[in-house]
C-alpha cells in the first residue's frame, strides 16, 4: 500500500499551537489582491468591492471520507482544497481564499501536519487561492479537516441550482464514474495487502483513474471557458455524491425534472476496461460513485449550437415537466426511475 | 451532573445527510440585507459592496475542548457560534454570516444534533448573524464542531494586533478569570460526582462563573460603544487563552512591550470569593485562565480622557519599548515577567 515512509518524527506538542501555525503558514504568499489581510490576527480581511461573495464549507473526516491505509497525506490536503475549489466553480464563481481546521491526535506527528498543509498549499498554488487563517488543535482520535472557500462572482454572473427551465438542455463536463473506479481499485488491492501484508499493490496502469480518486481536480477552468464561449448556464451542481443525486438536487431546486440517456454519459476507455473487471455497469459508477468533480449544468435550447462547439462536454438529457422526477433511458431502450443512491457520509457508520 | 435528559431518540441515519440538512435548517431566516443566498446551494452568496470582509474559523473538539458530562449540548453549539462572533468583534467588525460544520458518532441521536443547531441559532440570532450554510457528516468517535464566521467592517474601521504604539494605553472590556472560576467549579464537581453518583452537584449561587464558562457572550457590543465614544483602538485581540497570552500577541504584532499593574485588573466579586475557595491568585486566573471573550485592546494617550468615561472598560497598563516583554507590577510592588502559560490546545493531549 501507499505508506508514508517518513521516518523522522517530531512531536507537535513540543512546538505548541501558536508555533505551529506559525510554522505552517510562515511561507504562504498571498496572490489576490482581494485578500487585505491573511494568517496572524483574529479574522481575514478580503476586499471585494464589486463583487458578490461565494462561502462554502466541506468536512473530511478520518475512516469516513478518508482512508489513511491508502491515502497519501498530501494528497488528503490537496483533496481537501479541491473539493472546496470545486464548489465555488459550480456556483459560476472563483475561489480567492480559505480558511483551513485541522484536529488530530497525537499519533500524528509535525511531518504529517506538513504533508497535508503542503497538498492545500499546492491546490492553493494551482487554483491561486490564499490561505488566510485557521484553527490547529488536537483530537483525542482521528484526523479531522474542515475547509472553507470563500469565492468571488459578479451578480450576474453566480449560477444558483434553481435555474433551469422544462426543455433545458443537461450537460456535463470531462468523464464521470472514474474516481469510483479508483476506489475499487485502492479497496481491492487493501484487501489483498490485508490477507497478505507481503504483496505488492497492483494499481499500474492505473493512474488515470487514481488520480481521480485521490487527486481530483475541481473545474474551475471551466467557469472561464463557459465565459470565453459567451454562455451562462441557467443552473449548476458539482458531481460530489454521484451524478443522480446531482441531476434530482437541480430538478428540486428547479422544480422541473429531467430525462438522461446512458449512451450519452461520457466515460474515459480505462474506467470502461475496469469496469468490465469488476463486473459493473458503468452507468451504475456515474449514477452513484460520486466524487468526481466535473460540473453538471443546464443551458438554455437556444445555446445548443454553442454548448456543442466546446470540447469537454456532453450534453446528457434534458430538463421536464416532471418535477422531482428524474429518469434515465438505457442502452437497451428501458425507462429507469433515478433515485438518489449517492454516497451518503451519514449511513457508512 | 448537568445531563441530556431527553428521552426520545431518533437514529440520523434514518434520515440521511440530505434529510437531516433540510431538517436542520428549515426554519432559518435571513436577517442581513447583504446576505443573498443562505443555505441549499453549492456556496452562500454574501454582498459587501463598500465594506470589507472578515473571516475566522475555530475547532471545538469533544474531550479537547468540551466535557459532554457537564457541557449541555445547546451551550456547546451557543458558544461555538460564540468564540467566531468574538473574532470578528476583536477586529472591531459586525458578524454576518456563519457556515457550520459538525461531524458526530452515531451514538449522537437526532435530538442531540438539534439541540447543537439550537445553540447555534439562539447566538446567531442574539447577534444577528445569518447561518448561510453547513456540512453535517458521521465520524468514528466523538463530536467535531467547525465554525467559520464572515463579518464585515469599513476599510478605516478595521483594527489589527499590529497597530499598538509605545506609551499606548492597554485597556480590557468586562472582567477575567470568571470563565476559569466557572470551570473550576465544574471540574470539582465532576470529581464529586464521579467519586459519589448518589452526590447532587453544588452549583448553586454560582450563575455568573458558570455562564462565563458554558455560554459566554461576545463583545460586539462594545464595537458601537467605542463608536459612540468616537474611539477607534490602534490594536485589539479577544481574550481566548488568557490576559498573558493575548498580551504577547499585541507586543509581537504590533512590535512593542507592555506593563501591567496588577491591582488594576478586573475582577467580578464572585470571581474574587471563588479565588479564595480554591485558594488560586485571581490574577493567574485572569493571566492563564482563558475563555473571558473580553476584548483586549490599545487606545493612544491622547484618548484617555474618552476612554475613562466609558463604563465597563478598564485600563490596565501602557505599551513599552521593550519589544515582545510583557511584564506586571504585583500589589506588593514586584515586577514579574509574563509568559503565555495561555491554555494551549495540543498539550492537552
Known amino acids: 500500500m501507499i505508506e508514508d515512509t517518513n521516518t523522522d518524527r517530531t512531536e507537535i506538542s513540543g512546538l505548541g499551537e501558536f508555533g505551529l501555525i506559525d510554522h505552517l503558514t510562515k511561507e504562504i504568499k498571498i496572490v489576490n489582491s482581494s485578500t487585505v489581510k491573511g494568517v496572524g490576527d483574529d479574522a481575514a480581511v478580503i476586499d471585494n468591492t464589486g463583487f458578490q461573495t461565494l462561502v462554502s464549507v466541506d468536512l473530511l473526516v478520518e475512516g469516513v471520507h478518508f482512508d489513511l491505509s491508502y491515502t497519501p497525506l498530501r494528497h488528503l490536503g490537496y483533496k481537501a482544497a479541491a473539493v472546496n475549489i470545486s464548489d465555488i466553480a459550480a456556483m459560476n464563481g472563483t475561489a480567492r481564499q480559505m480558511v483551513v481546521g485541522i484536529a488530530l491526535s497525537n499519533r500524528f506527528s509535525l511531518e504529517a501536519v506538513e504533508e497535508i498543509y503542503e497538498g492545500i498549499r499546492m491546490a492553493c498554488a494551482r487554483y491561486k487561492v490564499d490561505l488566510v487563517g485557521g484553527d490547529t488543535t488536537s483530537s483525542k482520535s482521528g484526523l479531522f479537516l474542515s475547509v472553507t472557500v470563500i469565492g468571488q462572482a459578479k451578480t450576474e454572473d453566480i449560477c444558483y441550482r434553481s435555474g433551469a427551465n422544462t426543455g433545458d438542455l443537461l450537460c456535463v463536463s470531462g468523464d464521470l464514474g472514474s474516481a469510483y473506479m479508483g476506489l475499487l481499485l485502492l479497496e481491492r488491492e487493501k484487501a489483498v495487502f490485508k490477507a497478505n501484508p ?25 467557469v472561464q471557458i463557459l465565459r470565453d464561449a459567451n454562455l451562462k448556464p441557467t443552473s449548476m451542481i458539482d458531481i460530489s455524491d454521484g451524478l443522480a443525486s446531482e441531476i434530482l438536487h437541480l430538478c428540486k431546486a428547479s422544480e422541473t425534472g429531467c430525462q438522461i440517456y446512458e449512451d450519452k454519459l461520457p466515460f474515459d476507455p480505462t474506467t470502461l476496461n475496469l469496469a468490465e473487471e469488476f463486473n459493473m455497469i458503468p452507468a451504475i459508477a456515474a449514477l452513484n460513485g460520486g466524487e468526481d468533480y466535473e460540473l453538471l449544468f443546464t443551458v438554455s435550447q437556444s445555446d445548443f449550437e454553442k454548448v456543442r462547439k466546446i470540447d469537454g462536454i456532453s450534453i446528457i438529457g434534458h430538463m421536464t415537466a416532471n418535477i422531482g422526477q428524474a429518469h434515465m433511458v438505457t442502452n437497451d431502450g428501458q425507462v429507469i426511475e433515478l433515485t438518489a443512491q449517492g454516497w451518503d457520509a451519514l449511513k457508512k457508520n
Do not use: F, S, T
Request: net charge negative; no cysteine; charged share 35%.
Open 198 to 222: 507481503q504483496a505488492q499493490p497492483d494499481l499500474e496502469g492505473h493512474d488515470y483513474v487514481l488520480e481521480r480518486q485521490l487527486k481530483p481536480e475541481p473545474r474551475a477552468d471551466m
